[in-house]
């Protein structure tokens, strides 16, 4: 029989180049979130106490944004944990109860210390 083969196998280079899905989305959670969410904190503290605006909307953003890309990343890629192992809607809850949790501790504490 003459014609190309029906099974050509990857080549190694091309396999381990291909990102998987939602690497970005995991990478977000993960890392890039969290600076945002410190960074906005930051900014929190230094103001002045007990004002809200532009600052404290951001920092709710980014703590929003962090919660919403663990669930994209759970929901749409099948995605994991820190160390590997699935993902499933309780980690998804417990992250987002946790975040939240930190979240109106910092805001609370930023908003009362002005320096």
Do not use: C
Request: aromatic share 12%; net charge positive; no cysteine.
């Amino acid at each position: 029989m003459v014609g190309p083969p029906s099974y050509v196998e990857p080549v190694m280079s091309e396999v381990a180049s291909t990102p998987s899905k939602g690497v970005f989305t995991r990478l977000y959670w993960m890392l890039i979130g969290p600076i945002a969410v410190f960074a906005t904190a930051s900014l929190l503290i230094k103001h002045s106490s007990w004002s809200f605006g532009w600052r404290d909307l951001l920092f709710w953003a980014a703590i929003a944004s962090v919660i919403g890309a663990r669930w994209l990343d759970v929901r749409r890629y099948g995605g994991l944990n820190a160390d590997g192992t699935p993902s499933t809607n309780e980690d998804v809850k417990r992250h987002a109860g946790i975040l939240g949790g930190v979240g109106v501790a910092v805001w609370l504490l930023g908003q009362t210390l002005a320096i």
